[in-house]
């Protein structure tokens, strides 16, 4: 059980275009999910926390408008990367948190290798 | 606010030796501890974690790690390394399953 499944694993993408990244807890519920980013050879960074039906919240020196978090359902978060630029191909990974914290962790996604040519 | 020292950023170790992953933190309340590993290209596999008991905890792929309050430390150990053990490996900290905050990471390099 736990399992939380990013899609896409891989994605390429033009300079310009927007991505969309999507995190889904599959057999449990999650209130609260949330993004990391990782440059190369360098640790997880959090970038904000996704709460089911209201807005995200952004750590500092995150742009909002360029990372748009939807937390639509339970089980669903995105992140779009909107005007990707090459500075933005990194490795991003998601975690939920689940509704029952007994387990005492998030559990994370397989992470999204995101290039932008 | 939480913090997270892996006090060596690399560790090259030969074939069967045993090895330690060092690991502090510091955090004004009571926090989870885990280990992660990551192999190249891939996401965040979860060795073992600490939540509360016993300060002894033991993970996948013999590793283990020790809890340790009064130094708050959380080493990461295994007697003999594999080859398939080279890999980066993360200490975190985690309060009540909630954002983590990760060390910087240790580099694992097993050599034959």
């Known amino acids: 059980g736990a399992v939380v499944s990013q899609h896409p694993s891989r994605v390429i993408c033009k300079s310009g275009t927007s991505v969309k990244i999507e995190c889904r807890s599959l057999?449990?519920?999650?209130?609260?999910m949330f993004w990391y980013r990782q440059f190369p050879k360098k640790s997880l960074m959090l970038m904000a926390t996704?709460?089911?039906?209201?807005?995200?919240?952004?750590e500092q020196g995150v742009e909002k408008d360029k990372f748009l978090i939807n937390h639509a359902s339970l089980t669903l978060s995105t992140l779009t990367v909107t005007s990707a630029h090459p500075e933005d191909s990194s490795f991003y990974i998601c975690?939920?948190?689940?509704?029952?914290?007994?387990?005492?962790?998030?559990?994370f996604g397989q992470g999204t290798r995101l290039t932008v040519v | 606010a939480q913090s997270v020292t892996q006090l060596d950023s690399q560790v090259p170790v030969f074939e069967e030796a045993p090895v330690e992953l060092r690991c502090n933190y510091s955090?004004?309340?009571?926090?989870?501890l885990f280990w992660y590993v990551q192999y190249p290209n891939q996401g965040l596999q979860l060795l073992l974690k600490?939540?509360?008991?016993?300060?002894l905890v033991k993970g996948i792929n013999g590793f283990e790690a020790e809890f340790n309050k009064s130094q708050t430390s959380f080493h990461l150990r295994k007697p003999s390394v594999h080859i398939s053990d080279t890999a980066e490996y993360f200490c975190?900290?985690?309060?009540?399953?909630?954002?983590?905050?990760f060390g910087d990471g240790t580099t694992l390099t097993v050599k034959p």
């Open positions: 975690s939920a948190r689940p509704v029952d914290r007994g387990l005492g962790e998030a559990f």
């Open positions: 955090s004004s309340v009571s926090v989870y």
């Open positions: 996704s709460n089911e039906g209201s807005k995200a919240t952004y």
């Open positions: 600490y939540l509360s008991g016993s300060t």
């Open positions: 975190a900290v985690s309060k009540d399953a909630g954002k983590s905050t």
């Open positions: 057999d449990f519920q999650a209130t609260t």
